[in-house]
């Protein structure tokens, strides 16, 4: 198993824990370059203009507010993230979460299947559910699990996934076996061990 160590096209900025740049499992070595929010507005000029922000209906933009919404609400009360202005939210955690969708589908039709669509992705060490839960609405045909070990976390996600009304969204303390594996970083993936990453995934890829 190899694993994508670089950045994703149309990121914002370098992303820290709010704002993951995880890790892709391929099969070659292979990079790429990567308060409170109105519900029924997005002001964001930078993420309501990136093309795949554009492509979400009126109901997925509604998720995604009340989830920025729940987000600093929470955060007032809870680290979740360093993050406290919603336009923030929109453009470091929003905006980079929807611009991994274009490298996760290039790999994993170049590597894994034809096809994109009931793919199985959990996101290690998910903290407020970025990017899993932003993947979850803008690709309702994939699977999500949001793996995370701290129980505030999960107190959130949970609410986050029922708030939103997602129906793709797990929120999950233990192993299970995935097609797709997102790691926070690379230090996360040392501190894991390659062993277990590599149960996570349904293909035995050579590590």
Not at 53 to 58: A, G, H, K, Q
Not at 67 to 95: F, P
Not at 96 to 105: E, T
Not at 155 to 171: C, D, K, P, Y
């Amino acid at each position: 198993m190899l694993v994508w160590r670089g950045k994703v096209p149309g990121v914002s900025s370098p992303l820290s824990v709010g704002t993951f740049v995880k890790q892709v499992t391929t099969s070659i070595s292979t990079r790429f370059r990567p308060h409170r929010i109105a519900t029924k507005t997005l002001t964001t000029t930078k993420v309501l203009n990136s093309s795949y922000f554009e492509t979400l209906n009126p109901l997925q933009k509604q998720q995604i507010s009340l989830y920025v919404d729940a987000l600093l609400q929470w955060n007032q009360k809870m680290n979740l993230t360093a993050v406290t202005k919603a336009d923030e939210v929109m453009e470091r955690h929003v905006g980079d979460s929807l611009a991994m969708i274009p490298p996760i589908q290039s790999s994993y039709i170049a590597h894994c299947d034809s096809s994109c669509n009931n793919i199985s992705l959990v996101d290690v060490g998910s903290g407020p559910g970025l990017p899993g839960l932003i993947l979850a609405i803008a690709c309702p045909s994939w699977k999500i699990t949001l793996l995370e070990s701290m129980n505030k976390r999960c107190i959130f996600l949970e609410h986050a996934v029922s708030l939103t009304g997602l129906s793709n969204v797990q929120v999950v303390e233990g192993e299970q076996r995935f097609d797709i594996v997102w790691l926070p970083d690379i230090a996360v993936w040392h501190l894991l061990g390659p062993q277990y990453v590599a149960k996570l995934v349904y293909v035995p890829y050579k590590i």
